[in-house]
């Protein structure tokens, strides 16, 4: 675990519930939201700490998963994001990291978990290994509050009785699909997500979650219950997950890579995940891509760095998704060049946030569309808490019900801002 360095301020998360069915009607809620990304420390960059993320959930997808409880590194990883949530009656409040790459929902790391009137102790333990962190302790049931409309009754959750790795944090949300708690809680198959939950007892008419982030880095919307088509410039167009392993395990695509003309990347597996913060591919497709740019790696970020002779001739990088491309210009390519120093750069530097995953094409799990696949960030001389460096490219669905992922066009999703 290494300490990890606030680069981005907080962001107001709205949780509004979608009318998914005329019969479920519920108010808007709002839950307040906090982005980190995890900068260069000592010998681990921000490449590297991707790439240990991406691996580590390669070999826990095509591990036994009720053999053990091993997961991959979430406290690792770039790009981490965390609320206030209360547990119990009245609520406890705790700092929880939210992950679309995990689903045990646990408190307890740093503030201890506090029984209420509404604690059941399900005498079942559960344990969960991060890679760079861990957990394990008891398995309740308890009442969730996420906000004001969106409390959940009987949630399963875990409360720690030991923990490493989790100095900032007191646990984790985890909103990834349910099949990833296998074999982490004793004497049960799996535990419900939170947002299994709050589909089972009616609060939303579909389980499905809506990310957006608004341009300008005011509130942006997580959204249970489906997407908010206020904020979007498109139809969501919907792929079904995966089939392959390991990506299947996640939120896991299919989809192939061509820059300019050429295909670097055949149609293959991969996942999106919110928790990384740069685009990995395959090995050979990030030779492939480093070759047509003529960037080199530079040694202090571990990103591919370029001229700007270089960044005037970089072509359209695509993501053909279900037929639909998805194409990054040259701007889109690039990391927001007044967060260079940030990441142990030089700020007169061109970086790139195309990166290698660390493994050929092949693997089951051949690509990771991160925070810079769907996030703008801007380039800004400054930056404060209303005027935050980054906005929505696409808008993303992760959808339960219909075993599917979504994508749709922002108002940002051709912005030049770097």
């Not at 119990?88 to 700092?95: F, K, L, M, V």
């Not at 996942?271 to 740069?278: H, R």
Request: without cysteine; negative net charge; proline residues 3%.
């Amino acid at each position: 675990m290494f300490p990890s360095k606030t680069l981005l301020s907080t962001v107001l998360i709205a949780l509004s519930v979608v009318d998914a069915s005329p019969l479920r009607r519920e108010s808007s809620s709002t839950l307040g939201f906090t982005a980190r990304v995890n900068a260069r420390v000592d010998t681990l960059n921000i490449a590297a700490a991707d790439r240990a993320r991406a691996q580590a959930m390669q070999q826990f997808g095509h591990a036994n998963k009720r053999a053990g409880s091993s997961s991959f590194s979430i406290t690792n990883a770039a790009t981490v994001y965390t609320a206030q949530v209360g547990v119990g009656s009245p609520a406890n409040q705790y700092t929880l990291l939210i992950d679309t790459g995990s689903s045990n929902t646990w408190v307890g790391a740093n503030t201890p978990y506090k029984t209420t009137s509404t604690s059941v102790d399900t005498g079942n333990s559960v344990s969960v290994n991060y890679g760079s962190g861990s957990f394990s302790g008891e398995e309740y049931l308890d009442t969730v509050t996420l906000s004001s409309g969106l409390v959940i009754t009987g949630q399963s959750i875990g409360a720690a009785k030991t923990s490493t790795g989790f100095t900032n944090f007191d646990g984790i949300l985890g909103v990834g699909p349910a099949d990833l708690t296998q074999g982490t809680v004793s004497n049960v198959d799996s535990v419900p997500t939170v947002t299994d939950n709050l589909y089972s007892k009616g609060t939303i008419g579909t389980e499905a979650l809506g990310v957006y982030f608004a341009p300008g880095g005011s509130a942006g919307e997580l959204t249970f219950g489906g997407s908010d088509s206020s904020k979007t410039t498109s139809s969501v167009n919907y792929v079904p997950l995966t089939t392959t392993s390991p990506a299947s395990s996640y939120w896991g695509i299919d989809q192939s890579i061509t820059y300019g003309t050429s295909t670097i990347l055949s149609a293959t597996a991969g996942i999106v995940d919110t928790g990384t913060t740069l685009i990995l591919i395959a090995t050979d497709a990030f030779q492939k891509y480093q070759s047509a740019t003529g960037a080199t790696v530079d040694n202090n970020t571990g990103l591919l760095m370029i001229t700007s002779a270089q960044y005037a001739n970089l072509q359209t990088l695509n993501f053909n998704i279900g037929g639909v491309n998805y194409g990054l210009t040259a701007n889109g390519q690039i990391w927001p060049r007044s967060l260079n120093t940030d990441i142990g750069g030089s700020s007169n530097n061109i970086y790139l946030v195309i990166n290698d995953i660390g493994s050929n094409s092949g693997s089951g799990l051949d690509f990771i569309n991160g925070y810079s696949f769907l996030y703008v960030f801007k380039d800004l001389v400054w930056y404060k808490a209303d005027h935050l460096p980054y906005s929505q490219r696409f808008y993303s669905v992760f959808d339960t019900t219909e075993h599917r992922v979504g994508f749709a066009t922002t108002s940002s999703t051709s912005a030049t801002s770097n």
